[in-house]
Structures are given as structure tokens and as C-alpha cells.
């Protein structure tokens, strides 16, 4: 991956992961935390909206993550809040979590999953605009690189179908079909002639 994105994530930035239930989101955002500690030394906090830090540290035990002796360490935190006390947090400067990424030097951070913060807001302008504020925040305040999960859905697909009809074309006659791929299958077979979709949840092809 590193390879493909001419050497990995860039300091100092906020990167959206996305894909569908189980395509190893959460997987692949414990992977850049245990990378960080273990290849570069640098902290990393886990926030999760939905599992405690023991089930965490159990669950990912299967890759050979001893989770456990880096919280031990005080190289990786795992904290669970509920989205809710996250935009408390925020509207009072970060409280708990600006003192644990101060006092550790965090340099990485994960939001797990960044779909249940966004249901505090029933519209899309609103979760647009809090999905913003959160990154800014993180950005300008705590100087880390942030991963943030996010699942996606019919509704999701169908917002970027009806972006695409919309777009402009010659005389607006919109001379394009879209192609909905999620079969794991098919998108395997497509990546052999473009290697950067492997791994997608979905693809679309015009």
C-alpha cells in the first residue's frame, strides 16, 4: 500500500477508510497503530464508538497483536466513548482525550467507525459539517496522522449515482451507464487489469 500511495499516509493528515461490514476496515486501522509502535515508534490512541478496549485486545489477539503489552507500555491507548461524550469533548476544547495524546505524544490516532459519531446528525449538511470540525480539530491541535472508518451503504451508492447523472455532458444528453460492482468475485477478476481497486468493496464503472 505504501508503494501505491508513493510512500503511505503523509503527516499530518486526516484519511477516510471506507468499505462495507467486514471488508477489514477495523482490521487494517489496528495494523497502521501497531505498525507505528512497532517499525517507527510512534504512540497511537484507538477510539472506538462501539467495542470496550478488552474486547478489542481480544479480538484482534488472532493476528498475532499482543495489544496488551503496548497499552502496558503506554505505546497504544484504547479508549471507548460513546459519540455523544466525543462532541462534548470537542465543544470544551478536548478535555481527556487532548491530555492522554499530550501526555503519551501520540502521533497516530484511529476513530472507530466515524458512521456512528455521524448519526448524532439527521442531515447530511450537518454530519458533513461535524465530520469537518472533528478532523480540523484533531489537525490543528494534536499534529497526528488520523484514520477514520466509515461503512458504506445503498444510500451512499445511490448519493454518488445521482451525483454522476448530474453531471454535465455535451448538449446534456448524459451519454453514460453506471455499473454497480460488489460481488467480491468480480472485483477480483476486474484488478487484474487495474491492480489500485483490489480490496474494494464496491466499484463503479461509466
Request: proline content about 2%; some cysteine; charged content about 25%.
Amino acid at each position: 500500500l505504501d508503494g501505491v500511495m508513493s510512500g503511505g499516509f503523509r503527516r499530518d493528515t486526516v484519511n477516510l477508510l471506507v468499505g462495507g461490514p467486514g471488508s477489514g476496515k477495523s482490521t487494517f486501522a489496528m495494523q497502521f497503530l501497531v505498525n507505528g509502535v512497532n517499525e517507527y515508534d510512534e504512540p497511537g490512541v484507538y477510539i472506538s464508538f462501539e467495542q470496550t478496549d478488552k474486547e478489542i485486545i481480544k479480538d484482534f489477539a488472532q493476528f498475532g497483536w499482543d495489544l496488551q503489552t503496548l497499552v502496558d507500555n503506554k505505546k497504544l491507548i484504547i479508549i471507548t466513548y460513546s459519540p455523544e461524550q466525543i462532541e462534548k469533548i470537542l465543544e470544551t476544547g478536548g478535555g481527556s482525550v487532548r491530555d492522554i495524546i499530550e501526555t503519551m505524544k501520540a502521533k497516530r490516532i484511529v476513530i472507530d467507525s466515524l458512521t456512528a459519531y455521524t448519526l448524532l446528525h439527521h442531515d447530511a449538511l450537518a454530519q458533513r459539517k461535524a465530520c469537518i470540525e472533528l478532523f480540523e480539530a484533531i489537525k490543528k491541535r494534536y499534529s497526528c496522522r488520523q484514520l477514520s472508518i466509515v461503512d458504506i451503504g445503498e444510500s451512499d451508492i445511490e448519493k454518488i449515482l445521482d451525483c454522476g447523472r448530474r453531471a454535465a455532458s455535451g448538449w446534456n444528453k448524459q451519454p453514460f451507464d453506471f455499473l454497480v460492482l460488489t460481488e467480491t468475485d468480480r472485483i477480483d477478476k476486474l484488478s487484474t487489469a487495474q491492480e489500485f481497486i483490489s480490496g474494494a468493496s464496491v466499484v463503479i464503472a461509466i
